[in-house]
């Protein structure tokens, strides 16, 4: 009844401020006519300001509407707080109702909070990516010297009154893994280059040299002297070595998560400013097969004041170099402010190598590659050797390149040129630092001391370069140069030439996409439990107790994660027995990790912290799943059931409570799960199958509910009873389709096989009904109970082959032979389905994949999307690659979204002029497409390329098998597949309608502001805002997604000779983190001196943006927004937040002064605060 009243004074409220606001704008219309200085309104603004006023009175009546909703919301949960925890009823209508946990929950978003996604006027970019795309014809004419591009020319004396500056930047692009692995190319190949950087810069202070992979340098660090070391500070300290991005390796921004390319630029620049003392100023992305906007709101959120990219389209850099924007500030979609902008400069020619950075023909640039003299081991493809520099030729050498660099600079707006000297693993020889250098010397002397040449040219630093650039436009670095453009957007799907678009690489190895998301969800939450607990080690005196050598695992972790994301790991783009090696590191770094969690965990849960004993040999915990190896799937642990009761300790990833479904493995179905207090808690049990037909003896699922706490560790008690009424089991069904099988049966369930049965069957929750055709055993529609709609929700799953003459697919490439073609099996399909109480699933089995579709029948996030998993072999085909397309009756158009790097959306379109591949983006987390009425999202558990071709559709490759190289360097096919598992979540929502009272706050806010826009603002109400391309989630759609990337981690206490020591389940949160936020790591910091753990934490926060215009369904816990605010005093249980430092994303740049704990950000800002905690 208290609570009843608590919603009915805040309805009134809203009540109350919107009339109150609406009467002090009217009044403040009336009070001051003078200063409008007797401006009447044009009758055309009196009758917009009519309707409005005419609406907003619609939308106050409706509030009463909102009152009535909430207090029927009300009245419906304290009618359900009577029912008994542990006993399961079956309605008639075919559902199961669980008892409610007398736990209340709500969803309260401040209208403000919704304004965001709305499109609050911002300022309008000069190119949009989007309308790029629509502009250009794509036709890749002939453009004679520069093939992609057109004829260059120049007046030669337009440098007459301003000398070009030409800045030469040699560089060794460094793969960590590519053809060989790591260590080899480290031994064959980066050691030497590093070692004769330290010999050949010290020759001459003119020399430069910059280098971006922090993951081969610490490793060349680890191996120096003290001399070296020093000479390396010296030589950065004076400009001559600039590291670029600084991040640990050149990332992929395609397939990597944001966390993990976070968190591998965070490694690299700490490993900087620890051990060199150097601040990365610039970003140096040459070789990622395309370019996501993620990546440039990092760097600057860094502190990176430039960057530079290569791999986009080569229709767009010929675009861009028409129009001279290849410089731009490069700005995020949602920012109103210009706050995100990033001065970012695009190659223009097709490579990065020397014959196509010097200027517009390679075949002359080739010919200032002098690692290619006569003699060695490469040559210029054109047949145009380099020729030594001497007196007698440098005339004529000299004014060949200057013709190249005069060319190039009139592709950019200011007289200052880039000119990139290098390629893949350049100057690993002595010899090559001679003959690039010596020669080019010779080149700048002569161009230098001929002033009718009008030029200067040097060796430099891409930031001695960008500040050049800032220096001639008169402003400061970082700043925005006048008339340069600004960008919004991003660059995939990348094209070299043709219609070779690289759209195959979004998929290539998807077991290892997979591998690397587990990876990181373990990092993450090994992170913030090592963290937390060491915390409150210190702070009982327990510290030389607690294993502070688990940080070195973490360690060990983060740089294995980070040497993942590189463009050659992730990408699946790597010689076999690379990929081998990348996978026996996520392995091994994931049983450390395990272990790092195991040790936290038992801490945490221990009543008297003076119980805790760290045995290396015999650990408290182990983890309810296990990999025998780098490459094959996890197998869930049976937990043997014994005389006495057995503990699993439960840990929630994620910072929202959780209401969900655990499901482990035990030896007996006769078990009962309880809480502390003795409590039963909801049951199922299901049976454990070998095969689609054949059951497993004396192994049982047996799954209950719980609600989670954030961040929380729950110890749930397992115990058999045979004097315990039975929880109730599942029921199994089996569609044979006349197939000649034989189906085990085993005590105590019971199965119905159905010979040969065709009919389409369902299964259900309490929100929705969910249809499968009864000949193939996939999903068909979904029918919402609350609304009885109908949704056509169709999965079906189509083959893709490859080309039969000239290119084919290969690793990075998709070249498909047409459209895809339907999944046709030789034998009909098995499908099992499984009823019970808490969740039911349909598995169909098909020769080359098995789908496993579950809904759960949980209130809130869980019950409200389909849990798929498709189990994917297709080991023994050519050329082929598995697609899963879903077709519904979604009126989507040729638009669809999908996310960069989880971070955001990006919306797409189907463009009739481009080539199916084309049409292909990476989806690292979501994709959705949507109407006026409703909106499909398809959550992912790992990267995979995804596309929506027609109207209604989004189809997702799953797995590629292609026999034969691509021609890019790799020298191999795809061969090497592995069974492999990937996972989603389709979540389908419906616009909210009118009398939902999110919607209805949201409009209102909208209303007000608007009109308070049409009788202040100086512009004509008929001018309307643009909308920005521009899309956001639900915060439904952010959590689900949460949910599917942040599984929870089940440990069984390990067996004792003795009684286990008083546990308990622990809560680390004293007040509800705001939905809207995700803490996104909790890092501990290192310690000055040595590789330790040091006393201070990062803490990284990220404020979601969210769509408020989704319907607002209960989301199972306590969900409320804050406009931003989070105070971190008081938010741990029994520890104190001592200092708050906010710094810049990764830590190298302290901000403004902070004498606050409350911490605030804008939507979609990632922040990076160093607390201490005590």
């Not at 603004?45 to 006023?53: D, E, K, T």
């Not at 620049?269 to 906007?293: M, R, T, Y």
């Not at 009424?725 to 197939?739: D, M, T």
């Not at 895809?820 to 699933?841: D, H």
Request: glycine share 4%.
């Amino acid at each position: 009844m208290k609570l009843k009243k608590q919603v009915t004074v805040c309805g009134g409220a809203i009540f109350c401020v919107a009339v109150f606001s609406l009467y002090l704008m009217l009044d403040r219309v009336q009070r001051e006519p003078g200063r409008r200085q007797g401006v009447s309104f044009p009758r055309s603004q009196i009758s917009v300001l009519q309707n409005r006023i005419e609406q907003l009175e619609q939308l106050l009546e409706e509030n009463h509407q909102i009152i009535s909703h909430i207090k029927d919301s009300v009245l419906e949960l304290t009618e359900n707080a009577d029912g008994l925890p542990g006993l399961l009823a079956y309605q008639t209508n075919g559902s199961w109702v669980l008892p409610t946990d007398n736990h209340p929950t709500f969803l309260s978003v401040s209208p403000q909070d919704c304004q965001f996604a709305l499109g609050s006027k911002g300022q309008k970019t000069d190119l949009q990516m989007l309308d790029v795309y629509s502009l250009l014809k794509f036709d890749n004419l002939d453009g004679g010297a520069w093939k992609q591009g057109f004829e260059i020319t120049y007046d030669e004396h337009e440098w007459d009154k301003e000398p070009l500056q030409v800045y030469v930047v040699p560089h060794s692009h460094n793969d960590p893994g590519w053809i060989k692995t790591f260590d080899k190319y480290y031994q064959d190949q980066t050691q030497h280059i590093l070692n004769n950087m330290v010999l050949k810069l010290q020759e001459d202070a003119r020399r430069r040299f910059i280098w971006a992979e922090i993951s081969f340098f610490s490793k060349w660090w680890d191996n120096i002297d003290t001399q070296k070391r020093a000479a390396v500070r010296r030589l950065a300290a004076n400009g001559q070595l600039e590291f670029v991005t600084g991040g640990w390796v050149m990332t992929d921004e395609a397939n990597s998560h944001y966390f993990a390319m976070i968190d591998q630029l965070i490694e690299g620049h700490q490993w900087l400013e620890k051990n060199i003392g150097v601040i990365p100023k610039s970003g140096w992305a040459i070789d990622p097969f395309g370019h996501s906007s993620t990546m440039s709101y990092l760097l600057k959120r860094s502190n990176l004041t430039n960057m530079l990219i290569q791999r986009v389209h080569y229709s767009i850099k010929k675009h861009f170099a028409a129009t001279k924007s290849l410089e731009f500030m490069w700005r995020q979609t949602w920012d109103t402010d210009s706050s995100t902008d990033i001065f970012c400069q695009l190659m223009p020619f097709y490579s990065y190598d020397v014959p196509h950075t010097c200027g517009p023909d390679p075949k002359i640039c080739c010919q200032f590659d002098f690692r290619r003299l006569p003699g060695g081991r490469i040559s210029c493809p054109w047949k145009v050797p380099p020729k030594a520099i001497t007196d007698l030729n440098v005339e004529e050498r000299a004014n060949l390149l200057l013709d190249q660099y005069r060319k190039k600079s009139k592709l950019y707006r200011s007289k200052v040129v880039l000119i990139p000297l290098g390629d893949d693993f350049r100057y690993d020889k002595a010899l090559e630092w001679d003959q690039q250098f010596q020669n080019y010397e010779r080149l700048f002397n002569y161009m230098n001391s001929h002033p009718e040449l009008h030029v200067q040219v040097q060796f430099g630093t891409l930031s001695e370069y960008f500040d050049a650039v800032y220096k001639k436009n008169d402003v400061s670095p970082g700043s925005k140069p006048p008339s340069y453009p600004v960008l919004s957007g991003d660059f995939f799907t990348y094209a070299d030439r043709e219609d070779h678009y690289w759209s195959g690489y979004f998929t290539s190895r998807p077991f290892y996409k997979n591998l690397d998301r587990v990876l990181e969800s373990h990092l993450r939450a090994a992170e913030i439990l090592y963290s937390l607990a060491l915390s409150h080690a210190r702070r009982c005196g327990a510290d030389s107790e607690y294993p502070v050598s688990d940080y070195s695992s973490l360690t060990e972790a983060r740089r294995n994660i980070g040497l993942f994301q590189h463009h050659d790991a992730i990408t699946g783009t790597s010689k076999e027995v690379v990929v081998v090696d990348y996978g026996i590191r996520l392995f091994h770094s994931l049983m450390n990790l395990k272990r790092v969690i195991i040790n936290a965990a038992h801490f945490l849960i221990l009543q008297d912290k003076k119980n805790y004993r760290y045995d290396q040999s015999s650990l408290f915990l182990q983890m309810d799943d296990r990999r025998q190896n780098h490459d094959t799937l996890p197998e869930k642990v049976v937990i043997k059931m014994e005389s006495l009761p057995r503990y699993v300790v439960v840990f929630n990833p994620i910072e929202q409570e959780r209401l969900c479904v655990i499901s482990v493995l035990a030896t007996s179905p006769r078990v009962r799960v309880t809480l502390a207090d003795g409590s039963n808690l909801p049951m199922q049990i299901s049976t454990v199958w070998k095969s689609p037909t054949d059951m497993v003896a004396d192994k049982y699922q047996i799954s209950f509910v719980a609600r989670l706490p954030a961040l929380g560790l729950s110890v749930f008690q397992l115990s058999e009873s045979f004097n315990y009424r039975a929880p109730v089991k599942s029921n199994v069904a089996i569609y044979l389709r006349n197939r000649d099988v034989t189906v085990s049966k085993k005590e105590p369930f019971s199965v119905k096989i159905l010979e040969s049965s065709t009919d389409d069957f369902f299964i259900e929750n309490q929100h929705m009904q969910v249809w499968f055709n009864g000949v193939t055993g996939l999903m068909e529609n979904v029918k919402r109970k609350d609304g009885q709609l109908e949704q056509k929700v169709r999965a079906e799953f189509v083959w893709y082959g490859t080309r039969s003459i000239k290119d084919k697919s290969g690793a990075y490439l998709f070249l498909p032979d047409g459209e895809a073609k339907p999944y046709v099996s030789n034998q009909a399909a098995i499908t099992r389905i499984t009823e019970g109480p808490l969740f039911s699933e349909v598995i169909s089995f098909y020769q080359h994949f098995q789908q496993i579709v579950r809904l759960y029948n949980l209130p809130g996030v869980e019950g409200l999307s389909l849990d798929v998993s498709i189990i994917v072999d297709i080991h023994d085909q050519v050329n082929k690659e598995l697609a899963m397309r879903l077709s519904t009756d979604i009126e989507s158009g040729d638009t669809f979204f999908t996310d960069l790097n989880g971070f955001q959306i990006q919306p797409r379109k189907y463009f009739q002029k481009l080539p199916l591949q084309a049409s292909f983006y990476p989806m690292p987390a979501m994709a959705y497409i949507q109407d006026n009425r409703s909106r499909l999202t398809l959550h992912t558990a790992q990267s995979l390329g995804v596309s929506s071709l027609h109207s209604g559709q989004l189809e997702v490759i799953l797995d590629r098998r292609l026999m034969q190289d691509d021609n890019r360097g790799l020298g191999q096919g795809l061969k090497d597949n592995k069974v492999t598992c990937n996972r989603f979540r389709i979540l389908l929502e419906r616009r909210a309608t009118s009398n939902k009272h999110i919607s209805l706050v949201s409009r209102l806010y909208s209303m007000l502001q608007a009109l308070a826009a049409s009788i202040f603002s100086r512009t004509s109400t008929h001018e309307v805002q643009e909308s920005r391309p521009v899309s956001f989630p639900s915060l439904l759609s952010h959590i689900t997604s949460m949910h599917v990337n942040h599984a929870v981690l089940a440990m069984p206490i390990t067996p004792q000779p003795h009684n286990i020591p008083p546990i308990r389940s622990w809560r680390p949160l004293s007040t509800p983190i705001p939905c809207d936020f995700h803490i996104l790591n909790m890092r501990t910091l290192q310690s000055e001196m040595v590789s330790a753990p040091g006393l201070e934490t990062a803490l990284i926060l990220h404020r979601k943006g969210f769509d408020c215009g989704l319907e607002a369904k209960n989301v199972g816990f306590n969900c409320t927004t804050t406009q931003g605010k989070l105070s971190l005093r008081g938010l741990f249980h029994g520890l104190d937040v001592r200092s708050v430092q906010p710094m810049s994303l990764s830590l190298l740049y302290p901000t403004e002064p902070f004498n606050s704990s409350l911490v605030s950000l804008r939507p979609m800002e990632i922040s990076t605060f160093r607390i201490r905690l005590v």
